[in-house]
Each structure stands twice: as structure tokens, then as C-alpha cells.
């Protein structure tokens, strides 16, 4: 195990690779600049504190969780932070991102403050009763696509603001909804949802849930 006991865990260039059994706890913040984490079948995260993803002016952050799992227990992951950045998160191979602790920021936004990509690829994201937020201000871009049978099982999606709009792709992926909601896909000129050629689930769960958004 690996402690990041300082305030905050920053990954500059390069790469860092978590595999076999190995896990990195971070009890801080933990900002992936210019840089790619890997964390492979074997390995896991266990994130106590706000992770960024894309952390840096003209640079890309990126966090490729391969057959491993990344555990949020507090706060949330946000993709694409700084402005001018670019964050990619791509989940596959059976890979895992957790955040079921309920937390009034969400469990995930992709596109927070710039350019944010989230690629499930037989991968799973599970935020429990938190949201999952797309474009989180005016100057943010978003694109999500779960494809392979990866899921996302969440409470509801949630558009920030801006106008640069945000698509989410299901291609042989789902959206499972996790409580009852009256805006599970809200509608929103900004929003785009695509099923691919492989087609799309939305799975209510048993739950009673809305739909604003058409399905293109």
C-alpha cells in the first residue's frame, strides 16, 4: 500500500502503473496533470479525497483503469478541470470506478471546467444515489460513450451550464438508474444522447424514472 499523506498527490509527466494486487490509497487530493495513470487487473485506487483528471493549461490528463478498480469514498472525480485542459477516463476490460458515498457534488462530472471524455468499454461506473454530471461550466465540453455491455448505474444525469454542449453514446452500453428520479436523461438543447449501431439499454431497475431527452 501507498499513502499519499500530504495534502495533495500531483502525477506530472509520465506514467504510474497499479497492477498486481498493489493499491494506492490517497488521503488527499489527487491531480493527474500532464500525465496517464494505469491501474491494471490486480490493482486499485482508493481515492479519500477529490480527484482531477486533466489538471493543467494545454496538457492531458489521463486515467486508463484496465480490468483494475478506482474506489471514491469521499468528494468525486472530475474530468477535464482546469480550463484549457483535456481529461480522458477510459474504464474497460471489466474495470471498475466506484462513488457510492452520497455527496451533493455528484459522483462524477465529465467536463468540469474544459474538454472531459469518459470511455466505458465493458467497464462499469457505479455512483449509487449520486448524479452524473456532464459539462460543468460555460466553457466545458463533454463526451461519454459506454459501449461493450459497460454500464453506468447512477441516480440521473445532470447538466451543468454552458453551451458547448455534451453527448453521451450508448453503443452496446446502458444507463441504469439506481433510486426513482423525475429527470433521469433531463431535457436539454445541450444534451445529445446517441444509440450506436450496437444499440442502447436504459434499464429503470424497477424504479419510476423520466426521460426529457430524445434518443437519437
Known sequence: VVNAT??????????????NSATIESKGNVRIKDATVYVKQGGK???NAWCAVGYLENATG???IDGGEVESTANRMTIGDV???????????????SNIEPNDMGGITVGQNASGTLEGDNGEVNLGENTF?????????????IKGGGVV??????YGSGTGGATITLNGGMLAATMDT????????????VVGESGGTIDNGGHAITIGSALG
Do not use: W
Open 6 to 19: 500530504g495534502d495533495t498527490l500531483l502525477v506530472h509527466k509520465g506514467s504510474v502503473t497499479v497492477a
Open 45 to 47: 485506487m482508493k481515492l
Open 62 to 64: 489521463r486515467l486508463e
Open 83 to 97: 480550463a484549457d485542459s483535456t481529461g480522458i477516463v477510459v474504464i474497460k476490460n471489466g474495470g471498475k470506478y
Open 133 to 145: 454530471n456532464v459539462c460543468g461550466s460555460a466553457s466545458s465540453t463533454a463526451a461519454v460513450t
Open 153 to 158: 448505474k447512477t441516480k440521473g444525469v445532470v
Open 182 to 193: 423525475d429527470s433521469f436523461i433531463p431535457g436539454n438543447q445541450n444534451l445529445t444522447v
